[in-house]
């Protein structure tokens, strides 16, 4: 990638709602919350350090309602997985978070 700055956001803000509430869950949330936060600093390092997904498996509705051109996972301990978008522009590269769940829903949300 280039030397544009490289910054991470999250689609909605119910989303980010969301993630914020898990720093104040369970054990379980608040790691969850540790380690998306580690997905963040990475993303930001380098937006592609997460897999690309091909695009015969985009779940159609990330396409309607975001109208994504590429789409890419990043594997959270336990199983989780963080999905995500990269837009890019002359001045800046951004990751958006469009979900996270765990493997089992993330398997259905994608048809495996």
Same mark, same amino acid.
């Not at 980010?16 to 998306?36: A, T, V, W």
């Not at 051109?69 to 963080?82: E, F, G, H, M, V």
């Given at each position: 990638?280039?030397?544009?700055?490289?910054?991470?956001?999250?689609?909605?803000?119910?989303?980010?709602? +969301?993630? *914020? +509430?898990?720093?104040?869950?369970?054990?379980?949330?608040?790691?969850?919350?540790?380690?998306? +936060?580690r997905?963040?600093a990475?993303?930001?390092?380098?937006?592609?350090?997460?897999?690309?997904?091909?695009k015969? %498996?985009?779940?159609?509705?990330?396409?309607?309602k975001?109208?994504?051109?590429?789409?890419?996972?990043y594997d %959270?301990?336990?199983?989780?997985?963080?999905?995500?978008?990269?837009?890019?522009?002359?001045?800046?590269? %951004?990751?958006?978070?469009?979900?996270?769940?765990?493997?089992? *829903?993330?398997?259905?949300?994608?048809?495996?």
């Amino acid at each position: 990638m280039s030397e544009r700055p490289s910054n991470v956001v999250f689609a909605d803000r119910k989303l980010e709602k +969301e993630f *914020e +509430e898990l720093k104040k869950g369970r054990f379980e949330d608040k790691r969850l919350y540790s380690s998306m +936060e580690r997905a963040i600093a990475d993303m930001k390092k380098d937006p592609m350090c997460g897999k690309r997904i091909p695009k015969k %498996l985009w779940p159609r509705e990330y396409s309607v309602k975001y109208g994504i051109t590429n789409l890419w996972k990043y594997d %959270l301990p336990s199983a989780w997985r963080l999905v995500y978008t990269i837009q890019t522009d002359e001045v800046m590269i %951004l990751s958006v978070i469009l979900e996270w769940f765990s493997h089992k *829903e993330y398997e259905k949300r994608f048809s495996y």
